[in-house]
């Protein structure tokens, strides 16, 4: 046989012959997949937890916010006019504030108006008594971080 044949010979041998290779299954175990989903689980509540809280001081702290404005403005009307606002549509029609802003914890304008004390906020001898004299909100929630009814306020 020549080498050319025996070559050949080899080659053919070699192409028919099959090896055992291992093959291995790509991927992850359902134990890793669920450790995973269980670690994402945990920061999504921890997330929501952070979220939330953050969500209710803001909430209260635009409470805060519009009673300031509110009170500054029945001060103001209150000072030029001589005379308490009978509503607090007076303060929008005088201009003393653009609108009536929405009480954040129930999310309309239902304001409480307190006009039965305000003996304490009469400003000048010539102030005719009567009307608003301070807002509160007329949520009856209480609050989480103070402890105390946001109606109070």
């Known amino acids: 046989m020549s080498l050319a044949e025996l070559t ?37 509540t921890i997330a929501v937890g952070n979220y939330r809280r953050s969500y209710d001081k803001a909430k209260e702290a635009t409470l805060k916010q519009d ?5 500054k403005a ?5 000072a030029d006019k001589e005379a308490a606002p009978n509503t607090l549509d007076d303060l929008v029609t ?10 954040p914890m129930t999310d309309a304008p239902d304001w409480a108006v307190d006009s039965a004390n305000c003996s304490d906020s009469v400003m000048s001898p010539d102030q005719i008594a009567g009307g608003i004299c301070d807002v ?18």
């Open 8 to 44: 050949e010979l080899r080659r053919r041998r070699a192409g028919t012959r099959t090896v055992a290779k291992r093959t291995t299954a790509e991927g992850f175990t359902l134990i890793e997949l669920m450790t995973v989903i269980a670690i994402i689980l945990i920061l999504a």
């Open 74 to 78: 029945i001060q103001d009307y209150t």
């Open 136 to 153: 509160h909100s007329a949520s009856d929630a209480v609050s989480p971080f103070e402890g105390t009814a946001y109606s109070s306020w």
């Open 67 to 71: 009673l300031f404005v509110l009170r």
């Open 94 to 103: 005088e201009h003393y504030i653009g609108k009536i802003p929405n009480d």
